[in-house]
């Protein structure tokens, strides 16, 4: 049963940071290019950030947060992450984990289509 489980989410001021993890089990964690995405309460889904598989060699990002938002992989641990800096409160959401197709190339338009597993989300609050 493959498993992805997010964690790291809260509440947050405004300047300040949080680092979100996805501990995966019950894939081939190395195979898959992997996602954050966001929902703002009363807005679409968006993609967030996506890192390739196995050796991260390709990472992009949203533009509302570049140069504020890393992500990162931990092949040998099965884990995501994603570092928050400088939050702002448009950056208030659910957060979602996510595992694309391992044939399908990372992106952040039409990531959506690309994504075979799913997590369940952690909020993010930040507060003026």
């Known amino acids: 049963q493959v498993q992805l489980v997010e964690s790291g989410g809260g509440p947050v001021q405004a300047g300040g940071s949080l680092t979100l993890s996805c501990v995966t089990s019950?894939?081939?964690?190395?195979?898959?290019?992997m996602g954050w995405l966001r929902q703002a309460p009363g807005k679409e889904r968006e993609g967030v950030s996506c890192i390739s598989a196995t050796r991260s060699e390709t990472i992009y990002y949203a533009e509302a947060v570049k140069g504020r938002f890393t992500v990162t992989r931990d092949n040998a641990k099965n884990t995501l992450y994603l570092y928050m800096a400088n939050l702002k409160p448009e950056d208030t959401g659910m957060y979602y984990c996510?595992?694309?197709?391992?044939?399908?190339?990372?992106?952040?338009?039409?990531?959506?289509?690309?994504?075979?597993?799913w997590g369940q989300g952690t909020q993010v609050t930040v507060s003026s």
């Open positions: 019950g894939l081939l964690f190395y195979d898959h290019p």
């Open positions: 996510a595992a694309l197709n391992p044939v399908r190339l990372c992106s952040i338009p039409a990531m959506e289509e690309k994504i075979v597993y």
